[in-house]
């Protein structure tokens, strides 16, 4: 094929439209008349997993992993774009539908949806090692499940972009163990049902039977308390015990009081403050349960019902799996047997994988890193050696993906439009990711679950100081006066570091932020400004999907 000469305009890929592919597109609508975006999303709809979809024989492996139940664990004050406030009569918790739902208006709120090609599956991006180290993206649309067989085959078709943000996300490949006796090859292995929870979706199935649970992060906490609730019976077997920290805590939701204060402080000091109060609020822990580490040194497992079903039995703490059968034994590290299992659901995470890619682009060619989970990439965002592409989204964050992978974009499509100082050096970068890494490695346990960890407010704070739409003293003062200067900067300080103050000032900032701010602050006087009314009545129009319960 003969390769276009570049345009004037950067020609920019999104590779997928779920919570990070959709604000990769805003964030470069906010700067189209110098970027020409174009999304491919491989299904139908937008949302990414946010979107629950069945399992079934049709689509035995979809890319969505939430279940019916699942509820996100960010309150709604902390997981909003920042410039497309979340309803305030909203619940504080989302419960998916509502999560996807929010997508579906900012998509219709920003006009996105004509930039994204819908049922489009990216086959590769590949490097084009050209002269303006421009890329290539193969694809070809995906046909309906009921296509007809005499339907040609899609045509496999190539187009040249000047930069990709990889936004296919990381929760989607199933990690899992490797006991003895899992794999049904002789008369001695286990011959009870054995699923991971990416392929759960409603607790109906087990209900009356015996289930172990293994892992202790969100997804088997939360399918240990529904299975338990749904009258199954319930081990929950975990390697490495953790912290469970309840939705609210001390009146309010848990992640409002992390406020940038709290990262003033110095850890130890928050870490002993919040063993206190758990100790104080929640249940004695079971002793199969007591956490190794010191809170906030494992990515957060939030649960508010969990520590109390243990309490009443119905779900029980056991060590991890030793070995699995014959029939449908299991037996643990601890000795303990339990007979008749007819379930295990493995809630053991992900590897983090981009097939599309040559994998050495995010491991820098490291062997193994696909086992282990370990990424070399600039603030979580560019691989050193491959500025002309960015992953958004991949991090695991205390906080939520959205806001995160917002700033991101920010920063991304102001550095390739040349707003901003442009990316540091190869060598600058890899010292950085040491660093990090170096960082990660002594604050959280060895494990593929934690490679990619970070704080929201400090992570979003440092981007945001390089963009210019930190909210500092002066630059508050002198948008808002002195008086509503010191009171929205005090706010910042001791409020819930709501992602809405990152449009307070400096580029892109929106007029909605300071009624935002104090709306979502509690401020009885903004609790009916428009830019926090619900969608349904908002002037904009029509909801696009009636997913909503
Ligand atoms: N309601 C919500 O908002 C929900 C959010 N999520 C999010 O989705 C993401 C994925 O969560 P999740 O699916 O829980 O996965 P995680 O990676 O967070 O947790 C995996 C768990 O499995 C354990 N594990 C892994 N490998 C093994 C093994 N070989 N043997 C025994 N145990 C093992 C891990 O233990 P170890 O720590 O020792 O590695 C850990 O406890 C997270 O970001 C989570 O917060 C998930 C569900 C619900």
């Given at each position: 094929?003969t390769?276009p ?12 439209a779920?919570?990070s ?7 470069c609508l ?6 020409d975006?174009v ?7 937008l ?8 399992v079934?024989?049709?689509n035995?492996?979809?890319?969505s992993?939430v279940?019916?139940?699942?509820i996100?664990?960010?309150s ?10 979340i ?5 504080t ?10 997508f ?8 996105l ?10 086959l ?7 002269e303006?180290?421009r890329w290539?993206?193969r694809?070809?649309s ?6 007809s ?5 899609p045509?496999?078709?190539e ?16 990690r ?10 002789n008369?001695?292995?286990y011959t ?6 990416h ?9 009356d039977k ?6 202790l992060?969100?997804s088997?906490?939360?399918l240990?308390v529904?299975l338990?609730l749904?009258?199954s019976?319930?081990?929950?077997s975990?390697?490495?015990p953790a912290w469970?920290a309840?939705?609210?805590l ?9 406020t940038r ?5 110095p ?7 919040v063993?206190?109060?758990?100790s ?9 349960m ?28 056991v060590?991890?799996i030793?070995?699995?059968g ?7 590290e601890?000795g ?8 295990i659901?493995?809630?053991t ?12 682009i995010v491991t ?5 890193s696909e086992e282990s ?6 603030n979580?965002m ?6 002309n ?5 991949l ?14 974009c920010?920063?991304?499509?102001r550095?390739l439009?040349?707003?901003m100082?442009p ?15 170096k960082?990660?490695s002594?604050?959280y346990d ?7 960890q970070?704080?929201?407010a400090?992570?979003?704070d440092?981007l945001?100081?390089?963009?210019g739409c ?9 948008r ?7 009171r929205?900067?005090m ?6 570091p ?7 000032v400096g ?20 609790a ?8 349904q009545?908002?002037p904009?129009?029509?909801a ?6």
């Amino acid at each position: 094929m003969t390769v276009p000469q570049p345009q004037q305009k950067k020609r920019v890929a999104v590779i997928g439209a779920g919570a990070s592919g959709l604000t990769a597109i805003k964030e470069c609508l906010d700067e189209k008349d110098l970027i020409d975006v174009v999304a491919f999303e491989q299904e139908s709809y937008l949302g990414g997993l946010w979107r629950y979809v069945e399992v079934s024989e049709e689509n035995p492996n979809p890319h969505s992993s939430v279940y019916k139940s699942t509820i996100i664990n960010t309150s709604k004050e902390l997981m909003t774009f920042s410039d497309f406030a979340i309803p305030l009569d909203w619940p504080t918790w989302l419960p998916n539908q509502k999560v996807a739902f929010y997508f579906d208006k900012y998509a219709e709120h920003f006009d996105l949806r004509r930039h994204i090609r819908f049922s489009t599956k990216v086959l590769e991006v590949k490097e084009l090692h050209d002269e303006h180290n421009r890329w290539s993206v193969r694809f070809h649309s995906v046909l309906p499940a009921n296509a007809s067989p005499d339907v040609p085959p899609p045509v496999i078709k190539e187009e040249i972009f000047d930069y990709v943000m990889m936004c296919s996300g990381h929760h989607w490949k199933p990690r899992y163990p490797n006991f003895p006796g899992m794999v049904p090859n002789n008369p001695e292995a286990y011959t009870g049902e054995q699923l991971h929870s990416h392929f759960y979706r409603q607790a109906d199935a087990y209900r009356d039977k015996t289930v172990i649970v293994v892992g202790l992060g969100n997804s088997a906490v939360d399918l240990a308390v529904e299975l338990s609730l749904n009258q199954s019976e319930v081990y929950l077997s975990c390697r490495r015990p953790a912290w469970i920290a309840p939705r609210w805590l001390l009146g309010k939701p848990l992640d409002h009081n992390v406020t940038r204060l709290t990262h003033m402080a110095p850890l130890f000091l928050v870490q002993l403050i919040v063993a206190y109060i758990y100790s104080r609020l929640t249940p004695p822990i079971h002793k199969n349960m007591k956490p190794l580490r010191k809170p906030m040194e494992s990515h957060p497992t939030i649960n508010t019902l969990l520590p109390e079903r243990i309490t009443t039995g119905t779900v029980k703490p056991v060590k991890n799996i030793k070995k699995l059968g014959p029939g449908k034994r299991v037996e643990f590290e601890d000795g303990t047997v339990v007979e008749h299992v007819d379930a295990i659901l493995y809630c053991t995470g992900y590897h983090i994988s981009f097939p599309v890619l040559d994998p050495a682009i995010v491991t820098d060619g490291k062997e193994g890193s696909e086992e282990s989970n370990q990424v070399w990439t600039w603030n979580y965002m560019v691989p050193p050696r491959h500025p002309n592409m960015a992953f958004v989204g991949l991090f695991q964050p205390l906080g939520a993906i959205m806001p995160i992978s917002e700033m991101q974009c920010r920063f991304l499509v102001r550095t390739l439009v040349g707003k901003m100082e442009p990316l540091p050096s190869e060598q600058e970068m890899d010292k950085d990711i040491v660093a990090l890494k170096k960082y990660i490695s002594t604050r959280y346990d060895d494990a593929p679950r934690h490679t990619i960890q970070v704080d929201y407010a400090t992570f979003c704070d440092s981007l945001a100081t390089k963009i210019g739409c930190f909210p500092t003293l002066s630059k508050l003062v002198s948008r808002f006066g002195v008086v509503e200067g010191l009171r929205l900067k005090m706010e910042t300080i001791f409020g819930p570091p709501t992602p809405i103050h990152y449009r307070l000032v400096g580029p892109h900032d929106w007029e909605g932020a300071r009624e935002a701010t104090w709306g979502y602050a509690g401020k009885p006087a903004f609790a009916g400004s428009k830019y926090l009314k619900d969608f349904q009545s908002a002037p904009k129009g029509k909801a696009t999907t009636t997913l909503i319960q």
